[in-house]
C-alpha cells in the first residue's frame, strides 16, 4: 500500500506558476498508475493529469493542456504537477492519487489519495 503527501499549493497570482509535489511512501509511484485531480467548492473532483507507470506515456485534460505538465523522479519517489499560465478558474484543492489500474479519468478507479493541497489563483 501507498502513501502520498502533496506540498507546493499556495496563491498566485493569474498567468503564475505553481509545482505541485506528490511524495509517495510505502511503494513506488512507478508501480501505480499516477493521477493529480482538482475540486472547486460545490463540485465534483476532475480529472488533470495522469502519468503512465512506465512514466513514458502523459494525460491531460483538455483544460490544461499546453500550460500543465505531470513527471515522476523514481530517486525521490516524487511525482510532480508543473502548472504555468495559472488561471482563475483554475483554482482547486489538488489531490495526488495512485491507481493499480491503467491510464483512468474516473477518480473511482484510484485507489489510494493524498489529503490534497490548495491553489488559489487570484485575478
Known amino acids: 500500500q501507498v502513501q502520498l503527501v502533496e506540498s507546493g499549493g499556495g496563491l498566485v497570482q493569474a498567468g503564475g506558476s505553481l509545482r505541485l509535489s506528490c511524495t509517495a511512501s510505502g511503494r513506488t509511484f512507478s508501480s501505480y498508475t499516477m493521477g493529480w485531480f482538482h475540486q472547486a467548492p460545490g463540485k465534483e473532483r476532475e480529472f488533470v493529469a495522469a502519468?503512465?507507470?512506465?512514466?513514458?506515456?502523459?494525460y491531460y485534460a483538455d483544460s490544461v493542456k499546453g500550460r500543465f505538465t505531470i513527471s515522476g523522479d523514481n530517486t525521490k519517489n516524487t511525482v510532480y504537477l508543473q502548472m504555468n499560465s495559472l488561471k482563475p478558474e483554475d483554482t482547486a484543492v489538488y489531490y495526488c492519487?495512485?491507481?493499480?489500474?491503467?491510464?483512468?479519468?474516473?477518480?473511482?478507479?484510484?485507489?489510494?489519495w493524498g489529503q490534497g493541497t490548495q491553489v488559489t489563483v487570484s485575478s
Open positions: 502519468l503512465s507507470r512506465s512514466g513514458i506515456s502523459t
Open positions: 492519487a495512485a491507481s493499480n489500474l491503467l491510464y483512468s479519468e474516473i477518480a473511482d478507479r484510484y485507489a489510494y
